[in-house]
């Protein structure tokens, strides 16, 4: 995924990776990342006009930082 002029690549888990179940149920792998971003409601608004998804609207957290959810176009 390109993120202005930075990359970022994630991979899957190989053959020779050895990753013990966890016991809490949680997912293997990424459950979310979080991006610090200037003027996040106008970046919304270009996000979901070029088709992204936002299945969590904008929201305010108890430290006073704001976020959302965004799903890009492979979920």
């Known amino acids: 995924m390109k993120l202005g002029e ?4 994630i991979r899957g888990k190989r053959p020779e990776d050895s990753v ?3 016991e809490t149920g949680k997912r293997y792998g990424i459950d ?3 991006f610090q971003v ?4 106008k ?14 609207l904008l929201f305010e957290l108890p430290n006073g930082n704001r ?6 176009p492979e979920g």
Do not use: Q
Not at 6 to 9: A, E, M, P, S, V
């Open 43 to 56: 970046m919304l608004e270009e996000f979901a006009a070029k088709g992204g998804e936002i299945p969590e």
């Open 32 to 34: 979310h990342m979080c």
């Open 67 to 72: 976020g959302a959810y965004i799903a890009g």
């Open 6 to 9: 930075c990359l970022l690549n």
């Open 38 to 41: 200037t003027g996040i409601e």
């Open 20 to 22: 013990a179940p966890p």
